[in-house]
């Protein structure tokens, strides 16, 4: 039997005993490089320093490599990003750049795997800018595209669909559509921070077609999401629910449970820094007036 040389066998030793190194994946990396950009991004955008947050998140895009597939995390950061980049459009109400931005965006990454997300913005934002026919020339292409398996994703960007439609295409019908499956996909369990808001739309889409009960039922609904959600009940949507439903009830001549309605309305606005309380009052003198007692009504008409 020949014998190995003893060099060999040395190096051979080595290779078995010398650790590894540990290597990290494309993946890995990029979402790190991209979690950290929406981080400092976002901090950015609360701190209202729009033009810094929309570079940050510019320079991330442009750098993202064309030839990976991305894993789940770097998937959440990819949509969280772009999520925050429309937002960033929003507040700085500077949709003209964020706009050319998009469409010139090359990124295979995000084409390929952000589509959904990429039309619903873009049409979003045309919305925001005024340009309705783009608007929904976009939101059509979204609307034809798979609901994702992920209700949180489906509830944002239905409820992104739905509010094109309305305000750009002035389809109530489409609207509607799309605040029903995000209404389903709450119902099911989907979790979003857009719920209410959904829930609210959906009543006031229904009173608009006057489908009264419809209406009731999803006003019902939002009213019942913000008194169980603590972190919810702190915002605005809540009075705006409790009015939703106090004015469907007016439009209906029930003016007592309209009050009623609106009373909960008024005494959320008042602790809330008095969100509203003017439109409150001012339906508040409306109610009075149908039911024939002027001097109420003049009283809370001075009031608004």
Same mark, same amino acid.
């Given at each position: 039997?020949?014998? #190995?040389?003893?060099?060999?066998?040395?190096?051979?030793?080595?290779?078995?005993?010398?650790?590894?190194?540990?290597?990290?994946?494309?993946?890995?990396?990029?979402?790190?490089?991209?979690?950290?950009?929406?981080?400092?991004?976002?901090?950015?955008?609360?701190?209202?320093?729009?033009?810094?947050?929309?570079?940050? #998140?510019?320079?991330?895009?442009?750098?993202?490599?064309?030839?990976?597939?991305?894993?789940?995390?770097?998937?959440?950061?990819?949509?969280?990003?772009?999520?925050?980049?429309?937002?960033?459009?929003?507040?700085?109400?500077?949709?003209?750049?964020?706009?050319?931005?998009?469409?010139?965006?090359?990124?295979?990454?995000?084409?390929?795997?952000?589509?959904?997300?990429?039309?619903?913005?873009?049409?979003?934002?045309?919305?925001?800018? *005024?340009?309705?026919?783009?608007?929904?020339?976009?939101?059509?292409?979204?609307?034809?595209?798979?609901?994702?398996?992920?209700?949180?994703?489906?509830?944002?960007?239905?409820?992104?669909?739905?509010?094109?439609?309305?305000?750009?295409?002035?389809?109530?019908?489409?609207?509607?559509?799309?605040?029903?499956?995000?209404?389903?996909?709450?119902?099911?369990? *989907?979790?979003?921070?857009?719920?209410?808001?959904?829930?609210?739309?959906?009543?006031?889409?229904?009173?608009?077609?006057?489908?009264?009960?419809?209406?009731?039922?999803?006003?019902?609904?939002?009213?019942?999401?913000?008194?169980?959600?603590?972190?919810?009940?702190?915002?605005?949507?809540?009075?705006?629910?409790? *009015?939703?439903?106090?004015?469907?009830?007016?439009?209906?001549?029930?003016?007592?449970?309209?009050?009623?309605?609106?009373?909960?309305?008024?005494?959320?606005?008042?602790?809330?820094?008095?969100?509203? #309380?003017?439109?409150?009052?001012?339906?508040?003198?409306?109610?009075?007036?149908?039911? *024939?007692?002027?001097?109420?009504?003049?009283?809370? #008409?001075?009031?608004?």
């Amino acid at each position: 039997m020949k014998r #190995l040389p003893i060099t060999l066998l040395l190096l051979l030793s080595l290779a078995c005993c010398t650790p590894h190194p540990t290597i990290s994946t494309p993946n890995k990396q990029t979402a790190s490089t991209l979690a950290a950009a929406y981080i400092e991004s976002k901090n950015a955008n609360q701190e209202r320093r729009f033009d810094e947050s929309m570079h940050i #998140l510019e320079n991330a895009f442009n750098a993202l490599p064309p030839d990976i597939a991305p894993d789940d995390s770097l998937l959440k950061y990819l949509r969280l990003s772009l999520s925050e980049y429309k937002q960033i459009a929003i507040n700085s109400r500077n949709f003209r750049q964020a706009l050319q931005y998009l469409q010139t965006l090359q990124s295979p990454l995000i084409k390929q795997n952000c589509l959904y997300e990429l039309l619903a913005i873009r049409a979003h934002l045309h919305q925001m800018a *005024g340009d309705n026919r783009q608007a929904v020339a976009l939101i059509d292409s979204f609307a034809a595209m798979p609901n994702p398996d992920d209700a949180g994703r489906l509830m944002q960007y239905s409820e992104m669909a739905g509010s094109v439609y309305f305000y750009s295409g002035h389809d109530i019908r489409k609207a509607i559509t799309q605040l029903e499956k995000a209404a389903e996909a709450y119902r099911k369990g *989907g979790i979003s921070p857009y719920t209410g808001r959904i829930l609210s739309r959906l009543g006031s889409y229904y009173q608009e077609e006057k489908n009264y009960r419809q209406a009731a039922e999803a006003n019902q609904a939002a009213i019942e999401f913000y008194e169980n959600d603590s972190l919810q009940k702190v915002g605005n949507g809540i009075i705006m629910a409790y *009015g939703g439903q106090s004015n469907l009830y007016l439009a209906l001549n029930m003016y007592d449970r309209a009050l009623e309605l609106n009373r909960l309305a008024c005494r959320y606005s008042i602790q809330k820094d008095s969100f509203g #309380l003017s439109d409150l009052y001012r339906f508040q003198s409306e109610i009075y007036k149908n039911k *024939g007692q002027s001097d109420s009504a003049a009283y809370y #008409l001075h009031r608004a």
